[in-house]
């Protein structure tokens, strides 16, 4: 898997980052630089799919979701599954 930033291109993207004040793209940031504060909120939504989350899985007339929700404050990590219902169902059926 490729990740990176996502933008016009390349140099608009290091402009941007520079009017942040990140002078070193590429830098690996430790854990304490991410998140420095006493508590601590982490959430993730899987797009496509990999080893922790499934993808946007999308079926008629709706999508199903997974998400990771990381609290230190309450020392807990959440997985959830979320059916998202386009259109109003006539009849819920889940697979």
Known sequence: MKTGLIGE???S?????NEMGI???????DAEELA?????LFAACGITS???MEGVRFFHGGAR?????ISSQSKTAR???TIHMFEKPKIIQLR
């Open 13 to 17: 993207n290091i402009a941007r980052l």
């Open 23 to 29: 002078d070193d793209p590429d830098k690996v940031y």
């Open 65 to 69: 979701t997974q998400s990771l929700v």
């Open 9 to 11: 291109s390349k140099d």
């Open 36 to 40: 420095s504060g006493e508590t601590v």
């Open 50 to 52: 990999g080893t922790l």
């Open 79 to 81: 997985f959830l599954d």
